[in-house]
């Protein structure tokens, strides 16, 4: 079994935290029992060519410069997902991994995979995780807990699919922060693959990084978000997917991830939680709207 798996890492050696958390990551990567390649993707960040070769990581290593981005924007997802689809076309990989290099991916990870009957049979599908067990300053949070973020979706796909992937992002761009996990959900509705969430059977830690260090502040992040949104609605109208990937927020994600199969008692307390609130925010946003309007 080959895997292709597609991340890009933070710069070596400004936050020692940061460097941590990826070090515990890409351990957890090279201990799975399986053949896996990395995809790496970066933009001039320092240092991490040199960890990678140090490492003797097998991995495909791009560099894309930041004078190549627009204007103040540090790294793209969609370029990213570009380098990692030409690789999968042109060599032989069974699985297309993307993940955040923020999370302990657990050794036991593919063997429910590979148990899947939907394996046997060759059939296409994607596997993800939601939601992730957040630890902060060592602390876990609750498992039930509805946190944001999917950081990981296994693609099993054949290379006419990966080529049909490859050509619908011509309408995508990305850059910076958000939208990730909204877009890779819409295209399984565009690939028309089964999701798979097997929560249940497997807890994927998701460490909380050192954002000040790297100046990405909760502002930056919002500003970045809503710029990337009009971008995947741009990729949503000429795909002809629905527009409630971008607008319907995570009660819209939840919903296109639900599956009863999936489901066990504390994923049912994760939507639970989530869903118990909606009247509540969805108040909220119309008042912000009218109040906007007014203004």
């Known amino acids: ?48 060519e040199d960890y990678i070769k140090s490492n003797n990581l097998n991995a495909i290593y791009n560099n894309i410069k930041k004078t190549s981005l627009p204007e103040n924007k540090k790294y793209s997802n969609k370029l990213m997902l570009d380098n990692a689809l030409n690789q999968f076309i042109d060599e032989d990989f069974d699985f297309l991994v993307y993940s955040t290099a923020d999370i302990l991916i657990p050794s036991y990870i593919f063997k429910y995979v590979k148990e899947m009957n939907i394996h046997k049979s060759n059939k296409e599908f994607c596997v993800l995780v939601y939601p992730n067990i ?11 807990f509805p946190h944001y973020g999917i950081d990981i979706f296994i693609f099993k796909i054949k290379k006419d699919t990966a080529k049909k992937f490859k050509n619908s992002i011509i309408h995508w761009n990305q850059y910076d922060w958000g939208i990730n996990d909204n877009f890779y959900v819409s295209i399984c509705d565009l690939l028309d693959l089964p999701i798979y969430n097997i929560y249940k059977n497997v807890s994927i830690i998701k ?10 502040s909760r502002n930056w992040q919002i500003s ?3 710029e990337n949104k009009k971008y995947f609605m741009n990729f949503l109208k000429k795909n002809k997917l629905s527009i409630f990937y971008a607008t319907g927020s995570y009660y819209y994600l ?6 009863f199969r999936d489901f066990n008692l504390n994923l049912f307390l994760v939507y639970f939680k989530f869903y118990l609130f909606f009247p509540i925010h969805f108040i909220k946003k119309l008042i912000n709207k009218i109040i906007q309007k007014d203004s």
């Open 1 to 48: 079994m080959k895997i292709l798996w597609m991340t890009s890492l933070r710069p070596i050696g400004k936050s020692k935290e940061n460097d941590n958390i990826q070090e515990l990551f890409i351990k957890s990567v090279t201990n799975l029992k399986s053949e896996v390649k990395f995809s790496f993707t970066q933009f001039d960040d320092n240092g991490v």
């Open 134 to 144: 957040l630890q902060k300053n060592g602390i876990v949070k609750s498992v039930t």
């Open 207 to 216: 460490f909380e990084n050192d954002f000040k260090t790297i100046n990405e």
């Open 224 to 226: 970045s978000w809503k």
């Open 254 to 259: 939840l919903y296109k991830i639900f599956r």
